[in-house]
């Protein structure tokens, strides 16, 4: 079985449009192209002011993603060092070191 690709509806191939489609089309195509340069150029406004809130709202987000980094590695800091962490860790390293120095014995 062939893998034929239909054609796209589009400006220059209407016939594979529907209906509706083709009506806007034949609406736009009444318009001059001042009207459809402004009409473009408010879309785009409206898309680079979205565009805009965005990465408005991604920077803040972003900007409390690393305070709260930046907290929790205080956090994580303060509790090491608070608990000898390190010192117990390494003491508990040296236990099991000995312990296979002996079952190897």
């Known amino acids: 079985e062939e893998n034929i690709a239909k054609p796209t509806c589009s400006v220059r191939n209407l016939d594979s449009c529907g209906d509706e489609v083709q009506k806007v089309i034949a609406d736009l195509q009444t318009k001059s192209r001042e009207e459809l340069e402004e009409a473009a150029a408010a879309v785009d406004a409206k898309l680079e002011a ?3 809130e965005f990465d408005e ?3 803040e987000i972003n900007d409390q993603y690393e305070k709260m980094v930046e907290s929790y590695n205080e956090k994580v800091d303060e509790i090491h060092e608070k608990s000898n962490y390190k010192w117990v ?3 508990l ?3 099991e070191d000995e312990e296979g120095a002996e079952d190897e014995l």
Do not use: D, M, P, V
Request: charged share 15%; no cysteine; proline share 0%.
């Open 57 to 59: 709202g991604l920077e």
């Open 50 to 52: 979205s565009q805009a």
């Open 89 to 91: 860790k390494q003491i």
């Open 93 to 95: 390293s040296s236990f």
